[in-house]
């Protein structure tokens, strides 16, 4: 009994499949690896108002998962088990209402 596909498996020269697998790892070089916070710098970051009794197991648990710490201000992170849906009132483009600039510098808009 043939499968359907079958029909489009084409057999492959040891030349082609090294191709692919080079461009494969080519690709993977190219992915950012994750960077994540050491130890000592959470320890710097956060503010522990807490006994010094549990400040240790405090840190462990930060460092633990130290995956969810984000690394600076720009550092949104990326939800990869789930898709957002942000729900607008209507199709229309999406833009902020340009601000009155002052008279003041009304002047040096029209000189630049």
Known sequence: MEHEWEDQVQEFEGKQIDNFI????ETASLIQKPVYLTR??????VKMNIPDTHKDQY????????SVISKD???????????????LKDDGPVYPKQYQIPEAHNQFMEET
Do not use: P, T
């Open 22 to 25: 080079s461009k494969i790892c």
């Open 73 to 87: 201000k720009s550092d949104l992170g990326m939800a990869k088990n789930f898709f957002h849906r942000i729900v």
């Open 40 to 45: 000592d710098k959470i320890e710097k970051r």
């Open 59 to 66: 840190l462990d648990l930060l460092y633990k998962y130290c």
